[in-house]
């Protein structure tokens, strides 16, 4: 298949409902803060992620995404929680019920977020969580997964 999965399944079904698998890290600093994007597509702040491809584990989706988000090298170090019941609407007015596999990644490298953008990324920066609760997050999903992270209460069936 010579293009990448979405654009792939998009030409057959069009903007209809699909299922939509990807894989998001959250990287804390020694503060304690979250790392968000700013999104290039909807200019809202999000967790690094992405839509997993054709053969890819979600370990070695948030790995590929974080980097190509960031330019962070990073590993997953614990699988927090998945998301299954939440529907999508992109910029572009595809729609997807999407499944989310959420890990806590460390950085193998070091890195500055100063100055990184890129196509998907506007800015970078950490946060608090008092911080992101005045944010304008991308999803609703997004925003249960990170009130789900500060407050350390995973909820089953999501």
């Not at 948030?62 to 299954?84: A, Q």
């Not at 608090?128 to 997004?142: P, R, V």
Request: aromatic share 12%; glycine share 8%.
């Amino acid at each position: 298949m010579p293009e990448d999965y979405i654009s792939y399944i998009r030409s057959k079904v069009g903007q209809d409902k699909i299922f939509l698998n990807f894989a998001a890290g959250i990287l804390c600093d020694e503060d304690g803060k979250v790392l968000l994007q700013l999104r290039g597509d909807s200019q809202n702040w999000g967790v690094i992620g992405g839509i997993m491809e054709l053969g890819e584990s979600s370990a070695d989706t948030v790995v590929r995404e974080f980097f190509e988000e960031t330019g962070i090298v990073v590993e997953p170090v614990k699988l927090l929680s998945v998301y299954t019941n939440f529907e999508t609407v992109f910029p572009n007015g595809d729609t997807a019920q999407t499944v989310g596999v959420l890990y806590q990644v460390r950085a193998t490298k070091s890195y500055s977020i100063d100055h990184f953008t890129n196509e998907e990324t506007l800015q970078l920066a950490f946060f608090s969580a008092e911080e992101i609760a005045n944010l304008d997050l991308f999803s609703s999903q997004q925003k249960v997964m990170l009130e789900e992270y500060f407050s350390g209460n995973f909820q089953i069936g999501r």
